[in-house]
T-cell receptor, first 116, second 115 residues
Framework: DQQVKQNSPSLSVQEGRISILNCDYT??????FLWYKKYPAEGPTFLIS?????DKNEDGRFTVFLNKSAKHLSLHIVPSQPGDSAVYFC???????????????FGKGTKLTVNP | DAGVIQSPRHEVTEMGQEVTLRCKPI?????LFWYRQTMMRGLELLIY????????DSGMPEDRFSAKMPNASFSTLKIQPSEPRDSAVYFC?????????????FGPGTRLTVL
């Protein structure tokens, strides 16, 4: 049962255009969301996160939008660059009743290719 | 800091053999995680430790899998006996705290192939 779903295995965009990566979740208890980026032969690296008390978080070219009612978040990359070509993982966690957060649940990833 | 270190980077073994994956977390990090990445299931958490103590091993697929953390700077994930369906990339990650909005830093992974 996939609690975090990335329905697009791949996405291809032209350099300079906007890349939009989507993520849906089913667990309404999730309150913290992250995006990780992974290059081939490397481990995932943290990119950007958002708390459920916000609906937008921006960091340079990267913006994450959260729509709690739709249980949907998206990552926007503007403008896209060839170096952004990587696999992007969406992840989510819920607050634990014992304090802190529950474990991260990851989606399967979306492979982004930015063409020069 | 060198980041999270994993060894070996690649492992090819035959079915039935014992496989040991190793991880050195970032110094000062209190939490360590083992993940497995496959095409079918994506990135899934196998087990995590906090202050060298296993906290949640509910993701460990079978008794063939075991993990230890004898000290703050070393952890192993062992598969005995290995099976072809264990073929995957195994990642180790560490963080300052377990899941408390603390960023997890991943190692480069070990690509395991079981023939």
């Amino acid at each position: 049962d996939q609690q975090v779903k990335q329905n697009s295995p791949s996405l291809s965009v032209q350099e300079g255009r906007i890349s939009i990566l989507n993520c849906d979740y089913t667990n309404s208890m999730f309150d913290y969301f992250l995006w990780y980026k992974k290059y081939p032969a490397e481990g995932p690296t943290f990119l950007i996160s958002i708390s459920s008390i916000k609906d937008k978080n921006e960091d340079g070219r990267f913006t994450v939008f959260l729509n709690k009612s739709a249980k949907h978040l998206s990552l926007h990359i503007v403008p896209s660059q060839p170096g952004d070509s990587a696999v992007y993982f969406c992840a989510a966690s819920a607050k634990s009743t014992q304090g802190g957060s529950e474990k991260l649940v990851f989606g399967k990833g979306t492979k982004l290719t930015v063409n020069p | 800091d060198a980041g999270v270190i994993q060894s070996p980077r690649h492992e090819v073994t035959e079915m039935g053999q014992e496989v040991t994956l190793r991880c050195k977390p970032i110094s000062g990090h209190n939490s360590l995680f083992w993940y497995r990445q496959t095409m079918m299931r994506g990135l899934e958490l196998l087990i995590y430790f906090n202050n060298n103590v296993p906290i949640d091993d509910s993701g460990m697929p079978e008794d063939r899998f075991s993990a230890k953390m004898p000290n703050a700077s070393f952890s192993t994930l062992k598969i005995q006996p290995s099976e072809p369906r264990d073929s995957a990339v195994y990642f180790c990650a560490s963080s300052l705290a377990p899941f408390d909005d603390s960023e997890q830093f991943f190692g480069p992974g070990t690509r395991l192939t079981v023939l």
